[in-house]
């Protein structure tokens, strides 16, 4: 069980620093609305992965594979992600950064929260990792569910930590900027966001090989 935990732990670290959208987003709002509103949307988007996990997990490797044979679900979600980023990239930034007196007044907490939820939630991706990470965990731990539970968890809260730990050091940034600068950010985070549902976009119109789950698990044993 402790090699399980290491992987969990590296897994998890490797998570925290996968580039995708939700990791933009976060370090945006950290720089932008601050700490707290960067937490509520980082659990937001730990919330979406646990309830992908606990789906992984009920489910079967045939889920797996029908959503790989729905082309569908990738250009669906790429296309929300696509325009999520236009709106982003569109947006006119009014004012500066938000001070540290006006956060607690200023700030939807649980608006951010929905945002990290929902982002995270309409990538196909995310799902798709987490059904292939589960059908190759999930033997290796002996089809126990507190086994499962324990490994899961591990990786939820060293991905967790590292997000913190990431969120801090963008906020130290926070006191260089100026209007200029966020908007810059929030330009480059809608183009960012744009690549992603666009490549979601092509794997659904051009759909490859699917996930290999067994390439999962070589890549992150320590």
């Keep these: 069980m402790i090699a399980e935990l290491q992987t969990a732990i590296v897994l998890g670290i490797c998570l925290a620093f996968m580039a995708g959208p939700a990791f933009f987003v976060l370090i945006e709002t950290s720089i932008v609305r601050g700490f707290r509103a960067a937490l509520a949307f980082d659990l937001g988007v730990i919330s979406s992965d646990v309830f992908f996990i606990l789906l992984a997990y009920l489910s079967s490797y045939q889920l797996l594979e029908n959503i790989n044979n729905q082309p569908g679900l990738y250009i669906f979600g790429g296309t929300l992600l696509a325009f999520y980023g236009i709106t982003i990239f569109l947006k006119k930034t009014k004012r500066d950064v938000i001070t540290h007196s006006e956060l607690n007044n200023k700030v939807n907490y649980i608006g951010f929260y929905v945002k990290g939820f929902l982002l995270n939630i309409i990538n196909i991706g995310v799902l798709v990792f987490w059904l292939g990470l589960t059908v190759v965990v999930s033997p290796t731990l002996e089809g126990s569910n507190k086994s499962v539970l324990v490994f899961f968890s591990t990786l939820i809260i060293t ?3 590292v997000d913190i730990l990431k969120i801090l050091l963008a906020k ?3 006191g260089y900027l100026r209007k200029e600068n966020t908007i810059f950010i929030k330009k480059v985070l809608g183009i960012i966001i744009i690549i992603f549902g666009i490549t979601l976009i092509f794997k659904g119109v051009v759909p490859g090989e699917g996930l290999d ?10």
């Design 159 to 161: 991905c967790l930590f």
């Design 172 to 174: 130290k940034m926070k």
């Design 213 to 222: 789950p067994s390439n999962i698990m070589e890549k992150i044993k320590p």
